[in-house]
């Protein structure tokens, strides 16, 4: 492909993971560093197109020429990716997000009592904004991309989790992350297969999270509708 062959085109990317308070202080939170959604982001710039980089908790320093969008929560990230899906050519969805969240987040910070009772953490349900998005397209046209990170389990492979998922979630694209033994969150490297619509795996060599940035790339340049000459 050209360099700069994302020209024209609008692209928003989730990065980072989300965090849940409990009070002010405390969180249910996971350990995504950020470094695949910022990958894209990088990539996708570099390539011509518009990014909007909407992060959830990470360190990492903003990729030049990309708007950051900052957030904490799942519920905030999912308000930031709907209210701009409808301006966006693709919409790839890496970052780490909470599935449940504490049920009322406490005012001042939780104290240990003298009687040593422990308080009970009542959760609620999250949004699904990867199904939300997908179920509910703003644009037909638009290419929808979600990562699953999964360790397999004795009656499933990490495949076979990855395609069940990508029939719940209804992504054009799923790109499935091994992550068992702790491999993938905060390295540079990813292991990866990608799942297309049909759940046929398209191969993706190891190797960093920059190399299967710009294999993801394109492949959604490819998906999208060819201009009429
Ligand atoms: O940030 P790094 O350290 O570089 O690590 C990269 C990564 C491992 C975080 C990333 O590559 C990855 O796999 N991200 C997805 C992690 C995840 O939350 O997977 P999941 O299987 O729980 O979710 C599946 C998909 O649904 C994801 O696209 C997720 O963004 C999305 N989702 C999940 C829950 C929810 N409530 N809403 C969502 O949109």
Redesign the pocket.
């Known amino acids: 492909q050209s360099v700069a062959d994302l020209t024209g085109k609008h692209v928003l990317i ?5 965090r849940e308070h409990l009070d002010p202080v405390r969180y249910l939170g ?10 894209l982001a990088r990539i996708a710039a570099a390539r011509g197109a518009k990014v909007t980089l909407v992060a959830a908790n ?1 360190e990492l320093p903003d990729p030049a020429g990309v708007q950051v969008v900052p957030v904490v929560s ?1 519920q905030e ?2 308000d930031e ?1 709907t209210g701009r899906a409808a301006d966006a050519d693709a919409i ?8 449940f969240r504490p049920a009322d987040v406490v005012e001042h910070k939780i104290k240990k009592t003298a009687d040593g009772a422990v308080p009970a953490v009542n959760l609620v ?9 997908s179920h509910d397209r703003a644009r037909p046209d638009q290419i929808i ?6 360790t397999g389990d004795a009656d499933h492979t990490v495949l076979d989790l990855g395609r069940a ?1 990508l029939e719940r ?1 209804g ?1 054009d694209l ?4 091994d ?1 068992s033994g702790g491999k ?4 540079d490297l ?1 292991e ?1 297969v990608i799942l297309d619509r049909a759940g046929t795996a398209l191969p993706v060599p190891s190797g960093s ?1 920059d190399a299967l940035s710009g294999v993801i790339w394109n492949l959604v340049a490819t998906h999208w509708p060819t201009p009429r000459p």
């Open positions: 989730s990065a980072g993971g989300t996971n350990s995504s560093s950020g470094k695949q959604g910022y990958a990470s799942a990230l999912y990716i790839v969805m890496a970052a780490a997000v909470a599935d349900q999250n949004p699904d904004i990867l199904h939300t998005i991309v979600g990562f699953a990170a999964e998922k979630k992504c799923l790109v499935v992350n992550v993938v969150f905060g390295s990813n990866a999270k």
